[in-house]
């Protein structure tokens, strides 16, 4: 089993569509939290960090389940330039980071 | 601004050729990876390194790869012999150290083995 797994989708959405997104992670020690964005083989860049409280930064709210071991993204109102592939990471306590396979969206008019 | 310097962007070799990547983290930060990427697989975790010394390398296959950090500003990623299996985007990330914190990617050297 891997350490992060995603569905990995493709999803494809209609502009001004809802899209959530799911990852789990196996390592009940894990520390820290983040979704990554990455365009077409380039760099993963980060999307947002994940808080237990859960957090929103405009259109994406990011959710963390511990007991469930899972983390959410929910993408709200779609936009064409939203389309990327999306990147669960989880950092152990020794600074480890660990990424899932991520998940495509393609986001159409 | 600050970033993850990698070289060469792209590399095409023949089969048997030493490959060396090389990779200058962001200044000041202590921790760097590098990772595997495929067009089947996602990004793999090859190795890491904290304050130059090798915390976890056992996703990286230990009889042709090696991965050094000669300095703080220099982690190199080599290859030899290498195999057209090894054809992927290579990318080095560093980060300050900090468990939550972010990591810093460079733009990935495009390696194609023949």
């Known amino acids: 089993r891997k350490e992060v797994e995603q569905d990995p989708g493709p999803f494809n959405v209609p502009e001004g569509a809802t899209v959530a997104f799911n990852c789990t992670y196996s390592?009940?020690?894990?520390?820290?939290f983040f979704w990554y964005r990455q365009d077409c083989r380039k760099e993963p860049k980060l999307l947002m960090s994940v808080y237990s409280s859960g957090n929103e930064d405009g259109r994406f709210t990011a959710q963390l389940n511990r007991a469930s071991q899972y983390i959410s993204l929910l993408i709200r109102d779609s936009k064409l330039s939203d389309s990327a592939t999306y990147l669960c990471v989880v950092n152990t306590n020794a600074g480890k980071s660990t990424f899932g396979d991520g998940t495509t969206l393609t986001v159409k008019p | 601004d600050a970033r993850v310097t990698q070289t060469p962007r792209h590399k095409v070799t023949e089969m048997g050729q030493e490959v060396t990547m090389r990779c200058q983290p962001i200044l000041g930060h202590n921790t760097v990876f590098w990772y595997r990427q495929t067009m089947m697989q996602g990004l793999e975790l090859l190795a890491y390194?904290?304050?130059?010394?090798?915390?976890?390398d056992s996703g990286m296959p230990k009889d042709r790869f090696s991965a050094e950090m000669p300095d703080a500003t220099l982690a190199t990623l080599k290859i030899q012999p290498s195999e057209p299996r090894d054809s992927a985007v290579y990318f080095c990330?560093?980060?300050?150290?900090?468990?939550?914190?972010?990591?810093?990617f460079g733009s990935g050297t495009q390696l194609s083995v023949l």
């Open positions: 390194f904290r304050n130059r010394a090798p915390l976890d």
């Open positions: 990330a560093s980060g300050p150290g900090q468990v939550r914190e972010k990591l810093f």
């Open positions: 390592n009940s020690a894990s520390q820290s």
